[in-house]
């Protein structure tokens, strides 16, 4: 068979959908599907080394200086790129075919635009991007018949159901675990403290997504996402509560048929589909799925409980800087309960707080996005008086 090697870039290539990705290049058996181009990495050397060695990139682009020049002494024949204008370089690369975007915050967004202007798809695993600069994003991907495909197990899983038959879609349905207060009273929520709330009963994750799944927060941001990434108005997603997390989203075409994509939850799944699309080669093959003993349970999402859930919607509808303003609050408040800071109650309270004090900039340029972001980071870490 013929195959034409794809020119990968990876952001964030020690992280969580980094490591992963790493997995799944590894596991094809076809080791010419991929040539690794780019990587980057934070502050974790060590591994980013070890990563290095194995994928031979031609540049590399490094958090820190001091990390950037460790880098170079091991490697002197590869462009070590530094810092977030380094990334922007590592992404400005015409032979980039596909870049996954692994970072997570607003310091993909740059990168993801300047690949855009390349013509390189991207396999998208950063919510900020499409939150804080969805329309943006998408009318340039447009202008540039770039494809944007999803990593995100939800988003893949619709991508997935529709075969990216968009315009045949009547509405989707973005399925929630309901994290590991779905059944606790609002009182209880409220009150809870961090390790209860870390304690995700499906998924294991990074923190910050972790409280985002308890307060159901990261639905709200992933409905947002789906709005931009599907071009559906936002009365056509639905979000269903599913505590077994099998069903990890599903499509109704106009015609009336739904159809869902499950499986035993994986992030290999929606990483080798987004890599490979629209083909469906797979290296790693995930845990059969058996309708035997399975019993599927799905109920509405309770916005008393769940605030921040309606927050989402609310700010994705009226659009503009809003759902920039929900992002930078949302994400600052949970880092002030991961610290002990604040109550959990406190982080839907400081998200609408910020949103009812906010004029709305309708259309705004990415320095608007920027400018609102940083403005709403400040004033909820009490840098800049209230
Ligand atoms: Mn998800």
């Known amino acids: 068979m ?13 992280g ?5 990705t790493l997995e799944v290049l590894e596991g094809f058996q076809n080791k010419e599907l991929f040539n690794v181009l780019g990587m980057s990495c934070g502050n ?3 591994l980013f080394i070890e990563q290095i060695k194995k994928f031979h990139p031609k540049k590399v682009c490094v958090g820190t200086k001091e990390g950037a020049k460790e880098v170079k002494s ?11 204008e380094g990334l922007i370089e590592l992404a400005d690369d015409k032979n980039a075919d596909i870049m996954l975007t692994g970072t997570s915050g607003c310091v993909a967004l740059k990168p993801t635009l300047k690949a855009i202007e390349n013509c390189t798809d991207i396999a998208l695993a950063n919510k900020e991007t499409l939150v804080m600069a969805g329309d943006i994003v998408t009318k340039a991907a447009k202008a540039n018949g770039v494809k944007i495909l999803p990593v995100d197990s939800e988003h893949s899983a619709i991508l997935q159901s529709s075969n990216g038959n968009f315009d045949l879609l009547n509405k989707i349905i973005i399925t929630a675990s309901g994290g590991p207060f779905l059944h606790k009273t609002k009182a209880e929520i409220e009150n809870a403290t961090c390790a209860e709330a870390l304690n995700h009963p499906r998924w294991n994750m990074g923190k910050k997504i972790t409280i985002d799944s308890a307060t159901l927060m990261n639905k709200g941001l992933e409905v947002i996402e789906a709005h931009h990434l599907f071009n559906l108005p ?16 599903a499509v109704e075409f ?13 992030m290999h799944i929606p990483i080798q589909y987004a890599l490979t699309y629209p083909s469906r080669e797979f290296g790693i093959k995930s845990n059969s799925f058996s309708f035997l003993g399975q019993t599927l349970t799905f109920e509405k999402p309770d916005f008393e409980k769940f605030p921040c859930l309606k927050l989402a919607f609310e700010a994705g509808k009226t659009g503009g800087t809003l759902p920039v303003v929900l992002n930078a609050a949302n994400e600052i408040a949970v880092h002030k309960f991961l610290r002990g800071e604040i109550g959990m109650g406190e982080i839907f309270k400081t998200v609408e707080r910020e949103i009812e004090r906010h004029n709305v900039i309708q259309n705004p ?17 009490g840098k800049i008086s209230a």
Do not use: M, W
């Not at 002197?76 to 810092?83: A, D």
């Not at 009365?235 to 069903?247: A, C, D, R």
């Not at 996005?369 to 980071?377: A, L, N, P, Q, S």
């Open 2 to 14: 013929h195959t034409t090697t794809k020119n990968l870039v990876i952001l964030g290539s020690t």
């Open 16 to 20: 969580s959908i980094g490591t992963q």
């Open 74 to 84: 091991i490697f002197p024949k590869i462009e070590v790129l530094c810092g977030e």
């Open 44 to 46: 974790n050397i060590g």
């Open 254 to 266: 106009k015609d009336g048929s739904t159809v869902a994509q499950i499986g035993t939850p994986s």
């Open 365 to 381: 340029t990415l320095d608007e996005i920027f400018e609102v972001d940083k403005e709403i980071r400040a004033r909820v870490l």
């Open 234 to 249: 936002y009365e056509k997603i639905e979000v269903v509560i599913h505590p077994e997390s099998l069903v990890h989203s």
